[in-house]
């Protein structure tokens, strides 16, 4: 059984930073990607990696300010906030799927197969 367990989340003032992790079990070879969701809005592409790290995705609101890394031998990815916005309250999920594609492929929710419980992420202004 794949479960993905995220981690990391809080409050952090405008500027600030917060670092999230997902821990992975049940699965060793994967992409894994990053989604936020805010209360009556559809699921938010922010960044996915694939397995080697040589391939990685940004939505172009966060790009330079998020990034998406991971270690396979803790079977966990991480992704680094760094000047947070208010804008980027939301939960945040972690979720894992098999292959790569293109970025509108990849930013598609349906294209990802496991997802964690997701962690709350509040920015104050």
């Known amino acids: 059984q794949v479960q993905l367990v995220e981690s990391g989340g809080g409050l952090a003032q405008a500027g600030g930073s917060l670092r999230l992790s997902c821990a992975v079990s049940?699965?060793?070879?994967?992409?894994m990607g990053w989604f936020r969701q805010t209360p009556g809005k559809e699921r938010e592409f922010v960044a996915a990696?694939?397995?080697?790290?040589?391939?990685?995705y940004y939505a172009n609101s966060v790009k330079g300010r998020f990034t998406i890394s991971r270690d396979n031998a803790k079977n966990t990815g991480y992704l680094q906030m760094n000047s947070l916005k208010p804008e980027d309250t939301a939960v945040y999920y972690c979720?894992?799927?098999?292959?790569?594609?293109?970025?509108?492929?990849?930013?598609?929710?349906?294209?990802?197969?496991?997802w964690g419980q997701g962690t709350q992420v509040t920015v104050s202004s």
């Open positions: 990696i694939t397995y080697s790290s040589l391939n990685i």
């Open positions: 979720a894992e799927a098999p292959g790569w594609g293109t970025l509108a492929e990849m930013a598609v929710p349906t294209r990802w197969r496991s």
């Open positions: 049940g699965r060793t070879f994967y992409t």
